[in-house]
């Protein structure tokens, strides 16, 4: 059952072997879990929190050039989380 959507978003894009394209979390430490995944353009990660049956995008992180990699997710030993992604031409991290 489909509870909510939006659109401008896509995991993967067609024919690449990238698919591990979204991470869920709680990103910001509200106690609910949001995905992470990437604008249909690819040149930004976005928040994306489920509200009730509506979506809500929380934040977006400019990669400042196209995504060319899967997103990666860790739990820290303090409980946060460390995201890696990557574009031609650098890796970027964002941890909390």
């Known amino acids: 059952t489909v509870r909510a959507t939006a659109d401008g978003f896509a ?3 067609y024919g690449s072997r990238n ?3 979204a991470i869920a979390a ?3 430490a509200d106690g609910r879990v949001e995905v992470l995944l990437p604008t249909s ?3 930004r990660l976005a928040s994306v929190a489920h509200l009730e049956r509506e979506t809500q995008i929380r934040w977006t992180w400019d990669l400042g050039a196209e995504l060319r990699s899967n997103l990666t997710g860790v739990r820290l ?3 946060g989380i460390a995201v890696g992604a ?3 031409d650098e890796i970027r991290v964002w941890s909390k």
């Open 77 to 79: 030993e303090d409980g």
């Open 26 to 28: 709680d990103l910001d």
């Open 19 to 21: 698919t591990d394209g």
């Open 86 to 88: 990557a574009t031609a």
């Open 11 to 13: 995991t993967h894009t």
């Open 41 to 43: 353009d690819r040149r």
